[in-house]
């Protein structure tokens, strides 16, 4: 049985935000990926509370319970990173330690590049700090004849129709093609630019390690309820982050910082990622975990192992 949760609507940066409000100390805010909500950190929160912290998880912006505006502008890094500085503004703390999975982790460093006198230190998970140029991401041109999901995902309404077709499909197609329990690299296998983004995945009953039924149902509920259209929007602003924070060229997250990542995690494969160059731009990480046998969602596939590298970083900061 899925436990039963703290949740608060918390109005900040003109939108209402559904989010986990649990526990007493330091703030710890925990931000997910796509295609996740707030679940993603379901094996986290206890232990944070118990070690003295408040845990805030929303389902940010996009997501299910929360605002989804219709604007694409709208899910921008300045209005996400804002939301995230709002939570902690609302819950009456000036200074907070922000944690981030896939789209969260990039929602997390920037924060702590953005809010720079606020965020005590920064957790990214799966995806590291990276700055790429415009349009490396999102131009069919660099890919050649081949498909590549965020240039796919750039058309509004394209991709939205293909996953909107059966979601509960779609949600367990992404969920195990990205974990530890798929061949090898299967995500990254060369298909055509002319491709649709579940092509080629595995379509099996069989669920990803660290998933239950009961989690595969609570995940198609939240996307039933919020579609698709607001949270690829955050695809879909790749280069305009980058435009709008000329500011942030160059510049070094300056916050003690951790790292974690599943050994198979295919994010670590992708054009620009470099767990090298992100420790040049992190100078004050203190370490990469790299979780053995787990894939993407490092969270809920290895938790233990997540929940100890967490802890263990953040002990200096509890009360």
Partial sequence: MIKQRNFRTIETNGVRLNIVVEGQGPLVILLHGWPQCWYLWRNQIDSLVAAGFQVAVPNQRGYDGSDAPQEIEAYDILNLTADVAGIADALGYEKFIVVGHDWGAIVAWHTALLYEERVNAVVGMSVPYFRVPIGALTKQENFGDKFWYMVY?????????????????????????????????????????TAGFLDGMIDTEELPKGMTQEDADYYYEQYKNSGFRGNLNWYRNLDRNVEITPQLEGKKISQPALFICGEKDLVLKFPGMSLDGMAKMVPNL??????????????????????????????????
Avoid: C
């Avoid at 975990?289 to 953040?314: M, N, R, Y």
């Fill in 153 to 193: 995902f750039q058309q509004p309404g394209v991709a939205e129709a293909e996953l909107e077709k059966d979601i509960r499909r779609s949600l367990r197609m992404m969920h195990y093609s990205g974990s530890g329990s798929a061949p090898d690299g299967l995500f990254l296998e060369p298909k055509p630019a």
């Fill in 286 to 319: 203190k370490a990469q975990v790299i979780v053995p046998d787990a894939g993407h969602w490092v969270p809920t596939e290895s938790p233990e192992k997540v929940s100890a590298a967490l802890l263990s970083f953040l002990k200096d900061f509890a009360n």
